[in-house]
C-alpha cells in the first residue's frame, strides 16, 4: 500500500552519487528548456495565451470574454484559466518582455517539484532518491521540451492534475471521503484550463481503491463526478457570461472536432496519437528497456506492481479519448506523460535500486557519474546562457516583418489595421500571418480590430497575379502589403 510521509520540514539529503545521477536530468533541464525560455519569440499558441493575459492584466476583457486583441473578437477557443492567472505574472511584474518567461518557468519548476511529491508519497522514504529516473524521463520528452517553454496550456493543466493526485495521495489515508472530494475539485478547476482532457483524472479513486485496497467503491466514482457535475450547474445558473462561453466553446470546439468540422491538427487515423506517443519518447522508452534487462539476483527495496499499475492506468485514461476524433496534436499527449513515467518508474524501482548500488560499488564508477554530472551542468549551464536575448530561427522573419510594419504604423500614429487573405491561394508568407499579429501585438501594442473598418489594412497574397486595393501602399514585400485606404468620415 502506499506509505505517505509528512513533507513539511524535511530536507532532501542525498549521497554524492545520486547528486552526480541527478545532474543529469538537471543538465538536461537546463539545456533544453531553461535556454529556449530564455530565448526571445514564441510558439503562436504561446503568444495567444500571452497576448490574452496581458490583456486581461491591461482591463481589455475578461475571463468570460477573453479578448487575443484589445479591440478583436471574443476568443473562444480555450477556457483561460491558465492566461487569468498569467495576468498576474503582468500585473505584477509590469509588462516586460520576459514576463511569460519567468511564468512559464514557474509553470516548469513547480511540475518537476509536484511529480517528485506524487513520487514521495508513494515509495518508501530510501527509494525517494529514485527520482532522478522518472525525472530524467520526463525531460527526455520531446513534447516536454517544446511545450514548456512557449506558454502552452497543456503545461498548466498537467501541473494542476498532479497537484491534485498528490493531494488525494495525501488526503486518502485519513479521509477518503475529503479525498474524493478534492479530486472533484481538483478536475472541475482542471476544465477552465484545457477544457475535458483533465476528466480522466475521476477514475483515480475508484482505480486506487480497486487495484490497492482491492475493494470496490461506488461512492469514489460518484462524489468526484458529482462535484464536477455540481460545479458546472451552479455556475452555469449563477453567471449568463459563463453560461454563453461555455455553450459558444463546447459547441465550436469540442463537437466540432468530433465530428471532424475543425481544419487544423487533422491526422490520418483516429489512432495517430499513438504512433505520436511512442515516436516523440523514444529515448525514454530505450531507456526504460535498458534498464529492465538489469537482473535482479538480489532484488532491493520493494515492489509497487499495484502502484505501477494504478499509474500506467492513468496514462491510459488520459491519451485513449483521443480516439473520438481525428483532431490530433503530438502535444495532445502531454498530461499523460507524468503517469506513464512514474507507472514505469514504480515497475522498475528495484533494478534502479540495483544500478544504483552498483554505482556505488566502484570507484571508477563513482568518479565517472561525478565527472559527467558536473561536466554536464557546466556545458548546459552556459549553453543555456548562449540563448539569453537569441531568437529561434524559425521567429526572426516573422519578428523583422513585425518591427518594420509597427515603424510604418508608429509614422502614421495608426495603432490598429484590418487583416484579409486577397485570394484562396495564398503565398508562403500567409503561414506567418497569424504568428505577425500576434508579434505586433506582444511587442508593439499594435491591435488587429475586426470590429470596424480602420484605414490600415494588411494584406497576405499569392505572390502571382495579385493587384493592390486602391489606396496609399505604405509597404509591400513579397506575400504581403500594408495599404492605406480612405475611409468616409475621415
Known amino acids: 500500500m502506499f506509505v505517505l510521509y509528512p513533507i513539511t520540514n524535511r530536507r532532501l539529503r542525498l549521497p554524492t552519487v545520486t547528486r552526480s545521477l541527478y545532474a543529469i536530468p538537471v543538465s538536461m533541464l537546463l539545456a533544453l528548456f531553461i535556454g529556449p525560455i530564455l530565448r526571445d519569440g514564441m510558439f503562436l499558441d504561446g503568444m495567444v495565451y500571452t497576448n490574452i493575459a496581458r490583456n486581461l492584466a491591461a482591463g481589455h476583457g475578461s475571463f468570460w470574454q477573453p479578448l487575443v486583441y484589445r479591440e478583436g473578437a471574443v476568443f473562444y477557443e480555450h477556457p483561460v484559466l491558465l492566461p487569468y492567472l498569467q495576468s498576474f505574472f503582468f500585473s505584477a511584474l509590469g509588462d516586460g518582455r520576459y514576463v511569460e518567461d519567468i511564468y512559464n518557468t514557474v509553470i516548469l519548476l513547480a511540475t518537476v517539484g509536484t511529480m517528485y511529491l506524487v513520487w514521495s508519497a508513494v515509495v518508501e522514504k ?3 532518491k529514485l527520482f532522478f529516473f522518472p525525472f530524467l524521463l520526463w525531460v527526455l520528452g520531446q513534447e516536454n521540451q517544446l511545450r514548456f517553454p512557449n506558454t502552452m496550456l497543456e503545461g498548466g493543466t498537467t501541473l494542476l492534475l498532479l497537484l491534485t493526485t498528490w493531494l488525494y495521495l495525501k488526503f486518502q489515508q485519513r479521509n477518503a471521503l475529503v479525498a474524493q472530494f478534492v479530486v472533484g475539485a481538483g478536475v472541475f478547476v482542471s476544465l477552465f484550463c484545457k477544457g475535458p482532457i ?3 483524472l475521476l477514475v483515480l479513486p475508484f482505480a486506487y481503491r480497486l487495484l490497492i485496497k482491492r475493494q470496490y467503491s461506488w461512492s469514489a466514482l460518484i462524489v468526484p463526478a458529482g462535484i464536477v457535475f455540481s460545479g458546472f450547474t451552479l455556475l452555469l445558473l449563477w453567471s449568463p457570461e459563463a453560461q454563453e462561453f ?3 466553446y463546447f459547441r465550436q470546439q469540442i ?4 465530428a471532424g468540422e475543425r481544419t487544423e491538427n487533422i491526422a490520418a487515423s483516429r489512432f495517430d496519437f499513438a504512433g505520436l ?3 516523440m519518447n523514444l529515448p525514454a522508452l530505450i531507456l526504460v528497456g535498458l534498464v529492465y534487462l538489469l537482473k535482479e539476483k538480489e532484488p532491493i527495496g520493494r515492489t509497487y506492481l499495484q502502484e505501477s499499475r494504478l499509474f500506467l492506468l492513468l496514462g491510459l485514461a488520459a491519451i485513449l479519448p483521443l480516439v473520438i476524433t481525428i483532431k490530433q496534436a503530438s502535444y495532445y499527449q502531454i498530461p499523460s506523460l507524468p503517469f506513464f513515467i512514474l507507472g514505469g518508474s514504480l515497475f522498475l524501482t528495484r533494478r534502479l535500486s540495483k544500478l544504483v548500488a552498483w554505482v556505488e560499488g566502484s570507484t571508477i564508477r563513482r568518479r565517472t557519474v561525478r565527472t559527467l554530472g558536473g561536466s554536464g551542468l557546466l556545458v548546459s549551464l552556459l549553453y543555456a546562457g548562449s540563448m539569453v536575448g537569441t531568437l529561434d530561427r524559425r521567429d526572426v522573419t516573422t519578428v523583422d516583418l513585425a518591427d518594420e510594419i509597427a515603424t510604418v504604423l508608429k509614422n502614421h500614429q495608426e495603432p490598429r489595421y484590418n487583416f484579409r487573405l486577397a485570394s484562396d491561394s495564398i503565398g508562403p508568407a500567409s503561414g506567418n500571418a497569424y504568428s505577425l499579429m500576434s508579434y505586433l501585438y ?6 488587429l480590430n475586426d470590429r470596424e473598418k480602420v484605414p490600415m489594412q494588411l494584406i497576405f ?3 502571382t497575379g495579385y493587384v493592390p486595393p486602391e489606396g496609399n501602399v505604405l509597404l509591400e514585400r513579397d506575400g504581403y502589403s500594408l495599404v492605406m ?3 468616409d468620415g475621415r
Open 246 to 248: 461555455i455553450s459558444t
Open 198 to 200: 483533465g476528466l480522466f
Open 485 to 487: 485606404t480612405e475611409l
Open 442 to 447: 506582444r511587442y508593439h501594442w499594435l491591435s
Open 277 to 279: 506517443l511512442v515516436l
Open 461 to 463: 497574397h499569392s505572390t
Open 126 to 128: 530510501t527509494q525517494r
Open 255 to 258: 463537437l466540432a472536432a468530433i
